[in-house]
T-cell receptor, first 113, second 113 residues
């Protein structure tokens, strides 16, 4: 039973298209995140949500819009995709608090051509 | 602001040899520190975490890390490397608000037969 699941696993699309990535966690966590991992494996937080409320937006372009319909789901919609958006996107969740470790999904490899 | 620095983007050891992956942190308050491992084409999973209960922290798969405040370090060790340890390892620190984990640049561990 997967704790944090995200779909799709792979996404290949053309520049200018709009796409969405879905994430669900069954751990009962209040806090969910989106991270971007670039080709050099560097991980950077994009968004942090707590109980459906946006807490952190790390200067991500407006083309990226997260949506949390409930605290178990955090989806990411990307408009007008650009070549530079190609990366692996990870969803994660944790208990609230600085000592709560993050549980990660398997990642979505987005390739923009 | 909290940050972590991992020394060495690549580390290569022989099977059976000691594994030492270095991490130094910067924090104005007592930090919450983590080590995560990422196997190819997978999400990150927690190896261990430091939350001030004990300076020597034992994790999964035989890994441990020692928190040294005087050196601002949290190095990861394993007495005897196994081929299955080959992966990317990330040191991380939680921000004080608890809604963001800041990752180091990662260290790729190679294990030679």
């Amino acid at each position: 039973d997967t704790a944090v699941s995200q779909t799709p696993k792979y996404l290949v699309t053309q520049m200018g298209n709009d796409k969405s990535i879905k994430c669900e966690q069954n751990l009962g966590h209040d806090t969910m995140y989106w991270y971007k991992q670039d080709s050099k494996k560097f991980l950077k937080i994009m968004f942090s949500y707590n109980n459906k409320e946006l807490i952190i937006n790390e200067t991500v372009p407006n083309r990226f819009s997260p949506k949390s319909p409930d605290k178990a789901h955090l989806n990411l919609h990307i408009n007008s995709l650009e070549l530079g958006d190609s990366a692996v996107y990870f969803c994660a969740s944790s208990l609230r608090g600085p000592d709560g470790e993050a549980f990660f999904g398997q990642g979505t490899r987005l390739t923009v051509v | 602001a909290q940050s972590v620095t991992q020394l060495g983007s690549h580390v290569s050891v022989s099977e059976g040899a000691l594994v030492l992956l270095r991490c130094n942190y910067s924090s104005s308050v007592p930090p919450y520190l983590f080590w995560y491992v990422q196997y190819p084409n997978q999400g990150l999973q927690l190896l261990l975490k430091y939350t001030s209960a004990a300076t020597l922290v034992k994790g999964i798969n035989g890994f441990e890390a020692e928190f040294k405040k005087s050196e601002t370090s949290f190095h990861l060790t394993k007495p005897s490397a196994h081929m299955s340890d080959a992966a990317e390892y990330f040191c991380a620190v939680s921000d004080t608000g608890g809604f963001k984990t800041i990752f180091g640049a990662g260290t790729r561990l190679f294990v030679k037969a």
